[in-house]
Nanobody, 121 residues
Framework: QVQLVESGGGLVQPGGSLRLSCEDV????????MGWYRQVPGEQRELVAR?????????WYGGPVRGRFTISRDNHKNTISLHMDNLQPEDTGVYYC?????????????WGQGTRVTVSS
């Protein structure tokens, strides 16, 4: 079963924090590098952070989020998390998790429903 379920988004003030969670329902992604992607209206999804597969995963971060976001994964629970601190308005968007490199946009590739993050005062 190919299914990713993202959760944890919401409305937060600048400087606040959120923790996003992605459940790999069927365990189909457990042996893949994974990423969190952000999409804003009218633009393509962009990679925010990614994490390698295996017992000792390593994270990579895009420049704008480095030092503020932390990606992690629990291979036993098949979950990938993104802890976001010091959120800024430019972090606003719909966040998706998926394999890295990413699949094509739908309908050619599978993407979950995403979780919306809004940073506003």
């Amino acid at each position: 079963q190919v299914q990713l379920v993202e959760s944890g988004g919401g409305l937060v003030q600048p400087g606040g924090s959120l923790r996003l969670s992605c459940e790999d329902v069927g365990g189909m992604f457990s042996r893949l590098d994974m990423g969190w992607y952000r999409q804003v209206p009218g633009e393509q999804r962009e990679l925010v952070a990614r994490i390698t597969r295996g017992a000792n995963p390593t994270g990579w971060y895009g420049g704008p989020v480095r030092g503020r976001f932390t990606i992690s994964r629990d291979n036993h629970k098949n979950t990938i998390s993104l802890h976001m601190d010091n959120l800024q308005p430019e972090d606003t968007g719909v966040y998706y998790c998926n394999r890295f490199p990413p699949p094509p946009p739908p309908p050619s590739g599978y993407w979950g429903q995403g979780t919306r993050v809004t940073v506003s005062s």
